[in-house]
C-alpha cells in the first residue's frame, strides 16, 4: 500500500536531478534502490538493503526503516519481527539520486544484522597482502577476519520457526 501523501518526482532533466529539490528517485530494472544503513551515533555501516517504491514511500512517511527483501521477495519492515526497529535519524540521495543513505537509531541492543551480529559488515576482507596459501594468484585460502567477538542476540531464538532470511 502506497502512500498517497509520498510523491516522487517523474526525472525531466539532469538539472532537476542533480541540483533540484525534487525526490526524483531513480529505481533499477528490478524497481529496487540502494540503501546504505549506518548507525546515528557512531557512523558504523550496518547493513546495505534495498528499497522499492512502496519500501521508500513508508520509511518517508513512518520514520522506521522498511525494505524490499529480495531473497523472500516481500517489503519488511526492519525489526517487526525481533524488535529491533531502525529509527531514522536522517536521510539522503546521492547525487543522481539512485542510492539512500540513511542514518538511524536501533531499538533494543541496537543489532542490525539477522544473523545476531551488530552490523552485517561483521567480517573484514584482508586486501594488499599475500594470501593465505602458497600459489601467490590463489586467493581461495584468504580467512575473513571477525571484527565482532559476539553475537548480542541469539537469531534462532528471535526468528524461532521463521523460514531463515537468506537463501543459500
Known amino acids: 500500500m502506497t ?14 536531478v542533480e541540483e533540484g529539490t525534487e525526490l526524483a528517485p531513480r529505481f533499477d530494472a ?8 549506518t548507525d546515528a551515533s557512531s557512523g558504523e555501516v550496518l547493513m546495505l538493503g534495498y528499497m522499492n517504491d512502496e519500501a521508500l514511500q ?3 512517511a513512518t520514520g522506521e526503516a522498511h525494505y524490499w527483501s529480495r531473497s ?3 517489503l ?3 525489526g517487526a519481527t525481533s524488535g529491533l526497529v531502525q529509527h ?21 541492543n541496537g543489532a542490525s544484522c539477522h544473523v545476531g551480529y551488530r ?28 571484527n565482532e567477538d559476539h553475537k548480542v542476540f541469539d537469531p534462532e ?3 524461532e520457526g521463521m523460514p531463515n532470511p537468506t537463501l543459500l
Open 3 to 16: 502512500n498517497p501523501n509520498i510523491r516522487f518526482f517523474p526525472r525531466t532533466s539532469i538539472e532537476q
Open 30 to 37: 528490478d524497481g529496487l534502490i540502494a540503501c546504505i544503513t
Open 58 to 60: 513508508r520509511t518517508i
Open 72 to 74: 523472500r521477495q516481500l
Open 76 to 78: 519488511w519492515h526492519k
Open 88 to 108: 531514522v535519524e536522517e536521510m539522503r540521495v546521492d547525487d543522481d539520486q539512485d542510492a539512500i543513505w540513511i542514518r538511524v537509531s536501533v531499538a533494543g
Open 119 to 146: 552490523s552485517c559488515f561483521y567480517r573484514q576482507v584482508p586486501v594488499g597482502s599475500k594470501p593465505l596459501v602458497e600459489a601467490e594468484t590463489d586467493w581461495s585460502g584468504q580467512a575473513l577476519v571477525f
Open 157 to 159: 531464538q528471535v526468528y
